[in-house]
């Protein structure tokens, strides 16, 4: 899966989740940056952590992960893939 795909799955997700449950513009929006940003730093993780075997795999679940929590969810996912868990 590519990252274009998962960008698209997300918006997706987060627009169902606007009309459907009415959620807050806002709100979603935040949520959208928050996700974009997660990705980004999973990359940049991936890229530059490989050297020292770790690497988060990005999909959806890790996307809206980052997404929902922001910051804190990338150090809990680091924290998953450096236990085994990931």
């Given at each position: 899966?590519?990252?274009?795909?998962?960008i698209l799955a997300?918006?997706?997700?987060?627009?169902l989740a606007k009309?459907?449950?009415?959620?807050?513009?806002?709100?979603?929006?935040?949520?959208?940056?928050?996700?974009?940003?997660?990705?980004?730093?999973?990359?940049?993780?991936?890229?530059?952590?490989?050297?020292?075997?770790?690497?988060?795999?990005?999909?959806?679940?890790?996307?809206?992960?980052?997404?929902?929590?922001?910051?804190?969810?990338?150090?809990?996912?680091?924290?998953?893939?450096?236990?085994g868990i990931i």
């Open positions: 899966m590519n990252y274009l795909t998962i997300a918006a997706v997700v987060l627009l009309f459907v449950l009415h959620v807050n513009t806002k709100r979603l929006i935040e949520l959208i940056i928050n996700i974009l940003l997660g990705i980004i730093v999973l990359w940049l993780i991936n890229r530059f952590g490989g050297s020292l075997g770790i690497a988060i795999p990005i999909n959806i679940i890790t996307a809206l992960v980052v997404g929902i929590l922001g910051l804190p969810g990338v150090i809990i996912l680091l924290l998953l893939n450096l236990i």
